[in-house]
């Protein structure tokens, strides 16, 4: 007990621009945080910035172990299949070169899985068994935790539900343009969805939301589609994993009338299916917002930066 007393450790959540770094105890609780830019063709300055911030902290404090949230495909021995922006973590083992670079333990983990253990431990996912974390950014994230583990897959690709395809099928074109991440990431579809149609650039779903209360009908449609792209998303994988709830994260989430439109629609086709209607309530999962925001990818990273040290 008095080991964990005064244990710390450091969580780091790797984004395409910025990399948010924390000093977390062992409540969970963030004591100290700040970010630096990210540098995504130049990994070498990426580790090194990363290795000073645990440096200034290992000065004042006991740090135990490391947890590192990436964008990506993260095999369970660290090594990265995919890196998302941060093109120059492909193919390494960012576990082995942290590591060398910290000289402490290290965890690396998928960003999405990150958000699902953070909600796990101190957010609303808390006694929770079985339930799925839905980010809505970008792109889609995922993480999936069964029977209180995160499932990973067999190569650590479990959860990249945002290339599942949703659009008539044409050979054409590079079918991954109709996939869950184009019509249901707030940027990759929302956003793009708003400029193809208007012709308007916008960055944030609050422009879209406030254009269709003023009765936009150009906003109006474009939102509608979005709330049905997105409802059957989660729908979908409601059916194939039977989750006790699904979270959803990301900036849109936070958005009160964002969720009760979603809601609406989504009770709107259970209504319409003869199945899902005749299990609503009983097996069909609630859908509601993560507790926490901006921080929680470096807290998930910590969390599984406990379990590496006991």
Same mark, same amino acid.
């Given at each position: 007990m008095g080991r964990r007393k005064w244990a710390h450790y450091v969580g780091f959540d790797i984004g395409g621009t910025t990399v948010k770094y924390g000093l977390v105890n062992e409540t969970g609780e963030i004591l100290e945080k700040g970010s630096f830019v990210t540098t995504p063709n130049d990994g070498e300055q990426l580790i090194a910035n990363m290795a000073k911030q645990v440096a200034a902290y290992q000065e004042k404090y006991a740090i135990l172990s490391v947890g590192v949230s990436v964008p990506g495909i993260v095999r369970k021995d660290g090594y990265m299949i995919t890196a998302g922006a941060v093109t120059s973590f492909f193919a390494i083992n960012l576990k082995t070169v942290c590591e060398a670079a910290f000289q402490l333990p290290v965890i690396v983990q998928n960003d999405a899985n990150c958000v699902a253990l953070a909600e796990q431990w101190i957010g609303n996912a808390q006694g929770v068994e079985n339930y799925i974390v839905i980010s809505l950014g970008t %792109? &889609? @994230?995922?993480?999936? &935790?069964?029977?209180?583990?995160?499932?990973?897959? %067999?190569? /650590?690709?479990? @959860?990249?539900? @945002?290339? =599942?395809?949703?659009?008539? #099928? !044409?050979? *054409?074109?590079?079918?991954?343009? $109709?996939?869950?991440?184009? =019509?249901? $990431? &707030?940027?990759? $579809? #929302?956003?793009?969805?708003?400029?193809? %149609? *208007? $012709?308007?650039?916008? =960055? !944030?779903?609050?422009?879209? #939301? !406030? #254009?269709?209360?003023? /009765? !936009?009908?150009?906003? =109006?449609?474009?939102?509608?589609?979005?709330?049905e792209d997105v409802a059957k998303g989660l729908l979908n994988l409601v059916c194939a994993f039977d989750p006790e709830v699904i979270l959803l994260g990301g900036g849109i989430s936070a958005n009160d009338e964002f969720l009760g439109c979603l809601s609406e629609r989504i009770d709107k086709i259970k209504q319409h299916h003869k199945s899902l209607n005749h299990l609503a309530g009983v097996t069909v999962a609630e859908i509601k917002p993560c507790l926490l925001r901006n921080d929680a990818g470096l807290i998930g990273a910590v969390y599984h930066a406990k379990q590496i040290v006991g």
């Open positions: %792109a &889609v @994230g995922c993480g999936i &935790v069964i029977n209180n583990a995160i499932y990973q897959g %067999a190569h /650590g690709a479990a @959860g990249e539900v @945002g290339w =599942t395809m949703q659009q008539r #099928l !044409d050979y *054409t074109q590079d079918l991954e343009a $109709g996939s869950w991440n184009f =019509t249901s $990431g &707030v940027v990759l $579809g #929302l956003y793009n969805r708003y400029q193809q %149609a *208007t $012709g308007k650039e916008v =960055t !944030d779903a609050r422009v879209i #939301l !406030d #254009l269709v209360r003023q /009765g !936009d009908e150009m906003a =109006t449609k474009v939102m509608d589609r979005y709330y």
